[in-house]
């Protein structure tokens, strides 16, 4: 039996019994991010835990926020732990949509900043990112005017003074996942954003548009052209948002149309040869595919 499971109390079962009893008193997914970050602190010999997530507004722009924080460490040493390099490698790892288990702080962090967590005991750094099909509300306490419900992307920071042990890592895991799934039933995490329209279905939802480089849509004519020119209006707000990070999703709730004008904008910008539909993994999605999953998508 591995270390943790020795003790009852640390358990994964025990510990989702436990939040089972507290779910009813949570009213906001961050009371819930507050206690999965007290918790692991206490049951998993971790440092420090904050919780980021990816935060949209309506004006386009995408951002990392802090949305939980726990530690051992006074509030002075939870400001260098939430530092502007903690936040750079935070933002760098929700861009990127990947995790990192377990590495040493004096590999990632710059000397000065590796010091410093050193005096904290804190010598590894492990980031778990996860998303979901489901729509994370506004913050609970003062939320910026511009920002709107975004889809579900966090990114767990933890430190601490030994490599997180397998068991733990696991646990982890599997407490995250199904916190989560407790959220999604009490309400505390919406399937369907703040307004009409309807969403996306998931299997589309992952796909980024990326803009097809200027050279190949007009550059062969014309080798001083340099800016693609998309008469439509809503056709050229929706080219502006794309930036080969934000999906399909994202991009439709910035958007804040009906989901069929949404298919039918994506489709012009797809046919006319300005953007391509890629996996995250990097493939590009055929256009009659793509085509045909729009047209389900919206029926």
């Given at each position: 039996m591995e270390e943790f499971s020795s003790n009852k109390s640390t358990r994964p079962i025990v510990i989702v019994s436990q939040l089972l009893q507290l779910i009813t008193s949570m009213h906001?997914?961050?009371?819930?991010?507050?206690?999965?970050?007290?918790?692991?602190v206490e049951h998993f010999n971790m440092l420090s835990v904050q919780i980021w997530a990816v935060q949209a507004s309506r004006t386009g722009s995408?951002?990392?926020?802090?949305?939980?924080?726990?530690?051992?460490?006074?509030?002075?040493?939870?400001?260098?732990?939430?530092s502007v390099e903690v936040k750079v490698f935070v933002e760098r790892m929700l861009r990127e949509r990947r995790g990192i288990l377990s590495v040493p702080v004096v590999s990632t962090f710059s000397r000065y900043q590796a010091t410093i967590f050193a005096q904290q005991d804190c010598l590894y750094w492990t980031a778990y990112f996860?998303?979901?099909?489901?729509?994370?509300?506004?913050?609970?306490?003062?939320?910026?005017?511009?920002?709107?419900?975004?889809?579900?992307?966090?990114?767990?920071?933890?430190?601490t003074q030994a490599p997180l042990q397998p068991a733990h890592a696991r646990a982890v895991s599997f407490l995250i996942e199904q916190a989560l799934r407790i959220a999604i039933s009490h309400?505390?995490?919406?399937?369907?954003?703040?307004?009409?329209?309807?969403?996306i279905q998931l299997d589309i939802a992952?796909?980024?548009?990326?803009?097809?480089?200027?050279?190949?849509?007009?550059?062969?004519?014309?080798?001083?052209?340099?800016?693609?020119?998309?008469?439509?209006?809503?056709?050229?707000?929706?080219?502006?948002?794309?930036?080969?990070?934000?999906?399909?999703?994202?991009?439709q709730?910035?958007?804040?149309?009906?989901q069929?004008?949404?298919?039918?904008?994506?489709?012009?910008?797809?046919?006319?040869?300005?953007?391509?539909?890629?996996e995250v993994n990097?493939?590009?999605?055929?256009?009659?595919?793509?085509?045909?999953?729009?047209?389900d998508a919206s029926s």
């Open positions: 906001h997914i961050d009371d819930l991010f507050a206690w999965l970050a007290a918790t692991m995408v951002r990392r926020k802090l949305r939980a924080s726990s530690s051992r460490h006074s509030s002075q040493a939870i400001n260098i732990l939430e996860l998303s979901k099909g489901v729509f994370l509300p506004l913050t609970q306490k003062e939320p910026e005017g511009e920002e709107v419900p975004t889809p579900l992307q966090v990114l767990f920071s933890f430190f309400g505390l995490l919406s399937t369907e954003s703040e307004k009409p329209g309807g969403t992952p796909l980024i548009p990326e803009r097809i480089q200027t050279t190949k849509i007009e550059q062969g004519e014309n080798p001083f052209s340099h800016a693609v020119v998309i008469p439509e209006r809503r056709s050229r707000q929706l080219y502006d948002l794309i930036d080969g990070k934000k999906n399909i999703q994202e991009l709730l910035l958007m804040r149309v009906e069929k004008v949404f298919w039918e904008l994506l489709q012009t910008l797809v046919l006319n040869s300005y953007i391509n539909v890629r990097g493939k590009i999605v055929e256009t009659p595919t793509f085509s045909r999953e729009t047209q």
